[in-house]
């Protein structure tokens, strides 16, 4: 890989990590209402949507450097890694928003 391949991965990488951000310890552990893990679960929801959008406009990217033939194989690989990690990073979100909800649940009887 490249210098500048290297750079944008490292670039991507961490505009990744700043969506993917964790609550406060404190404010995870200060969860005691209903209302509480209802928050916390939208704001997952709300950080699996934004991930989703990235992962349609990566894919239609690698789809764009696919029709440019081997000059371009580089990008392709750094959209489908990215791909990758927002999926990932989707379904984790995707599956604490389902428990905090169930939390809630739980506390709503």
């Known amino acids: 890989m490249n210098r500048l391949m290297k750079a944008t991965f490292l670039s991507s990488v961490f505009a990744l990590a700043s969506l993917v951000t964790p609550f406060a ?3 995870e552990t200060s969860l005691t209402t209903a209302a509480d893990h209802d928050r916390v679960a939208n704001r ?3 950080e699996a949507t934004e991930l989703k959008s990235k992962i349609s406009e990566h894919r239609g990217m690698s789809a764009m450097y696919s029709g440019m ?3 371009s194989s580089g990008f392709t690989s750094h959209c489908d890694r990215l791909i990758q990690a927002y999926e990932a990073a989707a379904g984790e ?3 604490l928003a389902d428990l905090h909800h ?3 649940a739980k506390l709503k009887n």
């Open 102 to 104: 169930k939390m809630a």
């Open 93 to 95: 979100s995707s599956a």
């Open 25 to 27: 310890y404190s404010e």
């Open 44 to 46: 997952y929801e709300s």
């Open 69 to 71: 033939g081997k000059s």
